[in-house]
C-alpha cells in the first residue's frame, strides 16, 4: 500500500479513525450540521431505484450523531409533489425535501441539470434562518458536493465530502456490457476534492484512492468505517426460525444475493456459479433456494428481465427466486435465513451488506475489491475471491453447500467480526473529522483577517 495509507498504520481495524491533523477535544464540535444527499432520500426504500447503502449510511450517522447532541438537517430532491416540506426523521434529525426539476422520471444522469435548482432551494431554506444557522457541511456522493461547495462557501462554514462511489474507481472496474461514468463526474470529483475541507473515506483503500486517482491532499482525508445496526442485524433467533418465516426449507442451501440488480453488483455470477454447482452435482437440485432479493437499478434499468432470462438460459429457474426489495427488519430475516451472502461486485466502496449479513450471523463469500476486504475476514467469517469467474465462486459455495458445520462455524465468526462496526463508533469518529474541520476553518479565518 503506498506511503499514505502506512502513515495510517496497518492495522485495518483499528481505531477506526485515523487522520493526520486530529486535534484535541476541547475544541467545539458543531451544533447543527447541513447533511446534502441530492439523488437519493433517506425515507426511501433501499435496494429500489438509487436507494442502497448510502441511504442506510446517511439515516444511521444522521441518527447517532442526533444522540450526540449534533442536530442534523438533512436536504434531498422532493421525488413527489406529495411530500411535506420537512419531516422529522428522528428527534434532531430533520428531513427537508427541495424542489428540482421534475418530480418522477428523473434518472440520476440527468440531475447534474437540476444542481442549480437544488442550490436555490437550500439557499432559501438558510435564509430564513438567523445567521450562523449550520456550523458545516456534510455532502454525499458527487452530485451533493457541488451544492455543498457552494453552500459551504456562501455560509462560510467548513464542507465535508463524503464521495461513497468514484467514478474513476468504477471505470477501471467496469463490468462487461457496463457504461463508463461520464467525463462530467470525474471532473465534478475532482473539483470536490480540491474544494472540500475534509474528505471521508470507507476504508484506508479509498482513503489511497483518493490520493491516487484525485491528488487528494493525504492531510485531509480521514478514515471512518461505516456501521452496522448492531440492534437490528443480529442473529436472533437463528436461522431455523427465519426460514420458516420466509416459507423456505429448514434443510436447503441457500446462497443469497441482497442488492441492487446491476452490473456493477454482477448478480449474474451468482447466476452462472449455481449452474456451474448443478452441473457438478445435479443432486443439490432438489435442496437448493438461490434468492435474488433486490430490484433493477442504474444500468440495470436497461434490460429489466435480465437476471431472470439468464436464469431461464441457465436453466435454473427452478432453484432462483426473484423477491423485490424488503424494509430493513425482513432484509435482516433473509441474512439469518441464508446459508452464505454472495457479493460478487465489481466494485464496492464498502459494501455495507456485506456486514448487516455477518452480524445476523451469516458467512460472505464476496469479490475482492474496495471495502469488502475490511468488511470480511478472509478465512474466517468468509471468503473473499479475486475476480469474477463463476468457477471460482462455484468452488467455495460447494464447501459450504457440503459442510453445514462449516456454515455454522463461520457465521459465529461472522457475528463477532460485525460487533466491530458499530454505527456509535462510526459517529463518534465523524462528529471528531468535523470538530478537526471547524477549528482548522476558524484557524484559516483568523489568518486570513489577522
Known amino acids: 500500500m503506498s506511503q499514505y495509507v502506512s502513515r495510517l498504520g496497518s492495522n485495518r481495524m483499528a481505531p477506526r479513525l485515523r487522520f493526520p491533523g486530529a486535534f484535541p477535544g476541547s475544541h467545539r464540535k458543531p451544533r447543527r450540521i447541513a447533511m446534502l444527499s441530492v439523488h437519493t432520500s433517506p425515507l ?11 441511504n442506510v449510511y446517511i439515516v444511521e450517522l444522521a441518527k447517532r450523531l442526533a444522540a450526540i447532541n449534533i442536530e442534523v438537517e438533512i436536504f434531498t430532491r422532493a421525488t413527489t409533489g406529495a411530500l411535506p416540506p420537512a419531516v422529522e426523521l428522528a428527534p434532531g434529525v430533520l428531513v427537508r425535501h427541495v424542489d428540482a426539476g421534475p418530480y418522477e422520471g428523473l434518472a440520476k444522469e440527468d440531475l447534474p441539470a437540476q444542481l442549480c435548482a437544488f442550490t436555490h432551494g437550500v439557499m432559501q431554506a438558510w435564509a430564513g434562518q438567523r445567521p450562523g444557522y449550520y456550523d458545516l457541511v456534510h455532502s454525499h456522493y458527487w452530485l451533493s458536493g457541488h451544492v455543498g461547495w457552494l453552500a ?18 468504477k471505470n477501471a472496474a467496469l463490468a462487461e456490457g457496463d457504461t463508463p461514468e461520464p467525463t462530467a463526474r470525474v471532473i465534478g470529483e475532482t473539483q470536490i476534492v480540491s474544494a472540500a475541507d475534509r474528505l471521508i473515506a470507507n476504508t484506508a483503500g479509498e482513503a489511497d ?18 456501521g452496522v445496526n448492531l440492534e437490528r442485524f443480529r442473529p436472533a433467533d437463528g436461522r431455523a426460525a427465519a426460514r420458516a418465516r420466509l416459507g423456505l426449507p429448514q434443510d436447503a442451501f ?50 429489466p428481465e435480465g437476471l431472470q432470462k439468464l436464469a ?9 427466486r426473484f423477491h423485490p426489495p424488503v424494509g430493513q427488519d425482513q432484509l435482516a430475516d433473509w441474512f439469518r435465513a441464508a446459508s452464505v451472502l454472495v457479493m460478487p461486485s465489481y466494485s464496492e466502496s464498502f459494501g455495507l451488506v456485506a456486514i448487516e449479513a455477518q452480524a445476523a450471523g451469516t458467512p460472505v463469500v464476496a469479490a475482492a475489491v474496495g471495502g469488502l476486504p475490511v468488511a470480511v475476514r478472509d478465512g474466517a467469517s468468509g471468503f473473499l475471491i479475486p ?34 462496526f458499530g454505527w456509535d463508533t462510526a459517529a463518534s469518529a465523524t462528529a ?16 486570513h483577517h489577522g
Do not use: C, N
Open 209 to 226: 484512492e483518493l490520493v491516487r486517482f484525485y491528488e487528494a491532499d493525504a492531510a485531509a482525508v480521514a478514515v471512518v468505517h461505516p
Open 44 to 54: 426511501h426504500q433501499p435496494g429500489t431505484g438509487d436507494a442502497g447503502g448510502m
Open 387 to 420: 475476480g469474477h469467474d463463476p468457477q471460482a465462486y462455484a468452488q467455495q459455495l460447494a464447501r459450504f453447500a457440503e459442510s453445514p458445520e462449516l456454515v455454522a462455524r463461520m457465521g459465529a465468526t461472522a457475528a463477532a467480526h460485525a460487533q466491530g
Open 152 to 169: 459551504a462557501q456562501r455560509w462560510g462554514v467548513p464542507l465535508v465530502h463524503a464521495m461513497h462511489t468514484m467514478a474513476k474507481v
Open 432 to 447: 471528531d473529522v468535523y470538530t478537526a474541520a471547524l477549528h482548522e476553518h476558524r484557524r484559516r479565518v483568523r489568518v
Open 254 to 303: 441457500v446462497p443469497l444475493f441482497a442488492g441492487r440488480i446491476q452490473p456493477l453488483k454482477a448478480p449474474d455470477v451468482l447466476l452462472r456459479a449455481v449452474a456451474v454447482l448443478l452441473d457438478r452435482d445435479p443432486s443439490l437440485r432438489s435442496r437448493m433456494v438461490v434468492p435474488v432479493v433486490g430490484g433493477p437499478s442504474g444500468s440495470g434499468l436497461a434490460k
Open 312 to 320: 431461464a438460459r441457465l436453466g435454473i429457474t427452478d432453484v432462483v
